[in-house]
């Protein structure tokens, strides 16, 4: 599992990917997450404004990533 850590209290799920560097631009996160590709917490998710917070789980392109507190 990858660890990612943020310095704010949340950081929205379409902003997540860019900053983990799962995708280069929003829409290319937009439309992940509205086909369907994004997990959080083992659940899709196809809401891209979805505020994740410490402790919440991504997975994309079979990879794992959990949120941290900086």
Known sequence: MIEIAITTEFIKLDQFLKFAG?????GDAKG??????????GEVC?????????????NFNEEDFIVVRE
């Open 22 to 26: 799962c995708v280069y631009t929003g």
């Open 32 to 41: 992940f997450i509205q086909d369907g590709y994004v997990k959080v917490n």
């Open 46 to 58: 196809t809401m891209r404004g979805k505020k994740l917070v410490p402790g919440d789980t991504v």
